[in-house]
């Protein structure tokens, strides 16, 4: 089993409506959570990290959220736009070590 | 400001052969790695380079070496070319540890026949 779980692994929206991605881990303790943006044939950019002892951090229209009880992060996008569409990687960092996940596909539709 | 750069873009190989992919980066960074992307699979580290002159095994590294050039530089060589290694290679940089921020190159699409 992954240490690092995404769900779901694609989703299609329609423009302008919001979305929330999950992930879920099993790493523990860990040093940040990481959320990057992945544009087809393109390298991940980083959107968020947060250290275990943050809720929530937000860049633009896109709000990630921890809850360390529950070993859950989400990443909440806003009011969605066509440009968002891409593949969102979860990842965990622990003991020198990036743990990814397998990423969300999502497709925002016009 | 490029950032990091890889080159080439695509690869095609056939089984056996060579090939030495390479990355830079403008930001002054110590650390640089490499990774590779499969489908259905999160990226998993092949090699990385805490500083200038060292260089690490990752989580799979067999079937390749790496070069730490220079501060700017950190190449990956396939010295004979398998099918498994079909995959998209991403080269990244931070600042000093695995645990600051990675910036990521455009990646290289290489195929193995």
């Known amino acids: 089993k992954n240490q690092v779980e995404q769900s779901p692994q694609s989703l299609i929206i329609l423009e302008g409506k919001n979305c929330t991605l999950q992930c879920n881990y099993t790493v523990s303790p860990f040093s940040n959570l990481r959320w990057y943006k992945q544009d087809t044939g393109r390298g991940p950019v980083s959107l968020t990290i947060?250290?275990?002892?943050?809720n929530t951090k937000s860049n633009g229209r896109y709000t990630a959220t921890l809850d360390a009880d529950t070993k859950q992060s989400s990443l909440h996008i806003t009011a969605s736009q066509l440009s968002d569409s891409a593949s969102y990687i979860c990842v965990v960092s622990r003991g020198g070590k990036l743990i990814f996940g397998q990423g969300t596909e999502l497709s925002v539709k016009p | 400001n490029a950032g990091v750069t890889q080159t080439p873009k695509f690869q095609v190989l056939k089984t056996g052969q060579s090939m030495t992919l390479q990355c830079a980066q403008d930001?002054?960074?110590?650390?640089m790695y490499w990774y590779r992307q499969d489908p259905g699979m999160g990226l998993r580290l092949i090699y990385y380079?805490?500083?200038?002159?060292?260089?690490d095994k990752g989580e799979v590294p067999n079937g390749y070496n790496v070069s730490r050039l220079n501060k700017r530089e950190f190449s990956l060589r396939l010295e004979s070319a398998a099918p498994s290694q079909t995959s998209v290679y991403f080269c990244?940089?931070?600042?000093?540890?695995?645990?600051?921020?990675?910036?990521f190159g455009p990646g290289t699409r290489l195929t193995v026949l």
């Open positions: 380079s805490a500083s200038e002159g060292t260089t």
């Open positions: 947060m250290t275990f002892s943050e």
């Open positions: 930001m002054n960074h110590n650390s």
């Open positions: 990244a940089s931070s600042e000093a540890s695995i645990i600051n921020e990675q910036f």
